[in-house]
């Protein structure tokens, strides 16, 4: 079984999408941090991610961000929003800005307090992005891609622009790997808390993983056998061998 580990030697542990979703529920209810603070910390280590693949250009860089409706969209539309307010040319376009989840919402309402654009999906065919990030689905995909989020994955691809996806690549299945349909090609993957069984090279680019806060004793209560990889970073690449 193919394992994950950090520039430093450190193995995280990789957990399914059930798990993932007792992590998330853990922390919610229990431990903390709440969705507030993780979808915050999310979303400033994506920000920061782009900008330091960008290198010295990041500020004249046209970066499109897509945003579902649930947590990975709103960790997207703060990113949008970090990105923003460093005066960078950021435009958001939401896959279903009629059903936002209430932390995206919140996201969303601090993101149209910034100098960031905003474009309806049936308009994107007019924007030339430079750089995308993918913050559509996450590990919450049930079945293959539909409807809008569908169109924006195909629109993405097409644009030959690269590609940083948040926690997973849109239209992966996070336990398998699999892609029953349109599914984001990203150059990099930046994961979330741990990585997820289904992150394979192929499909991930070059991965990532950031802190998003957690504290150890919600993985203690999950039995995972978890030593912190981060040292004195809040972003760290994995190697899966």
């Known amino acids: 079984m193919k394992r994950f580990f950090t520039d430093t030697g450190v193995e995280v542990p990789a957990v399914t999408t059930d798990q993932m979703r007792e992590v998330d529920r853990i922390a919610i209810e229990e431990t903390g941090p709440n969705l507030f603070q993780m ?12 900008m330091e693949i960008l290198g010295k250009d990041w500020q004249q860089s046209k970066i499109v961000v897509l945003a579902g409706s649930g947590g990975n969209g709103g960790g997207g539309i703060c990113a949008a929003r970090h990105l923003a307010n460093r005066g960078t040319d950021v435009t958001l376009c939401l896959a279903a800005p009629d059903r936002l989840g ?11 307090g910034t100098s960031g654009k905003e474009v309806d999906a049936k308009d994107l065919g007019q924007v030339a992005p ?32 690269p590609i940083l996806s948040l926690d997973v690549p849109s239209g992966v299945d996070s336990t398998t790997g699999q892609a029953d349909g349109d599914f ?14 289904g992150l394979l090279p ?27 990889p981060f040292g004195d970073r809040f972003r760290v690449p994995l190697t899966f061998r």
């Not at 984001?184 to 930046?190: A, D, E, G, H, L």
């Open 184 to 197: 984001i090609k990203p150059r990099w993957t930046m994961t979330l808390a741990l990585p997820k069984t």
């Open 39 to 50: 979808m915050e910390n999310a979303g400033r280590n994506l920000a920061l991610l782009a």
């Open 202 to 228: 192929e499909k991930t680019g070059k991965l990532f993983l950031a802190d998003i806060g957690i504290p150890e004793e919600t993985y203690r209560r999950m039995g995972l056998a978890y030593v912190p």
């Open 130 to 161: 430079d750089f995308i990030l993918d913050a559509l689905i996450g590990y919450s995909l049930r079945a293959a891609p539909r409807g809008v989020a569908a169109e924006l994955i195909r629109w993405a691809n097409g644009t030959k622009a």
């Open 102 to 112: 209430e932390v995206p919402a919140f996201q969303h309402q601090i993101f149209q």
